[in-house]
Nanobody
Framework: VKLVESGGGLVQAGGSLRLSCVASGDIFNVHGMAWYRQAPGKQRELVASITSGGRADYTDSVKGRFTISRDNAKYTVYLEMNSLKPEDTALYFC??????????????WGQGIQVTVSP
């Protein structure tokens, strides 16, 4: 399964960006979808996740500012990021897991997309 992220870029503090991640391949269904990020010199951290039923969870630092959503028919997960801060600057990765048409489990990552927030 291939994941392709889009929507990153450079934005001033207080601005907004919307990330998208589309999965393609011989997919039967997708269970969990999530966004991670990794800043230079830091470990990759889970930013937000959403279950197939629509339950969302967020790391504390983005609660109230970021919103994760999904379109199951399009195998797409979104991350709406508002009130961005310089500390949100990182490489953002999409992750999706589920079942292939052959009933095998998959867990795939995107290539990462840069988000840079200037002061």
């Amino acid at each position: 399964v291939k994941l392709v992220e889009s929507g990153g870029g450079l934005v001033q503090a207080g601005g907004s960006l919307r990330l998208s991640c589309v999965a393609s391949g011989d997919i039967f269904n997708v269970h969990g979808m999530a966004w991670y990020r990794q800043a230079p010199g830091k470990q990759r951290e889970l930013v937000a996740s959403i279950t197939s039923g629509g339950r969302a969870d967020y790391t504390d630092s983005v609660k109230g500012r970021f919103t994760i959503s999904r379109d199951n028919a399009k195998y797409t997960v979104y991350l709406e990021m508002n009130s961005l801060k310089p500390e949100d600057t990182a490489l953002y990765f999409c992750n999706q897991d589920g079942l292939l048409a052959a009933m095998r489990v998959f867990n795939s990552w995107g290539q990462g997309i840069q988000v840079t927030v200037s002061p």
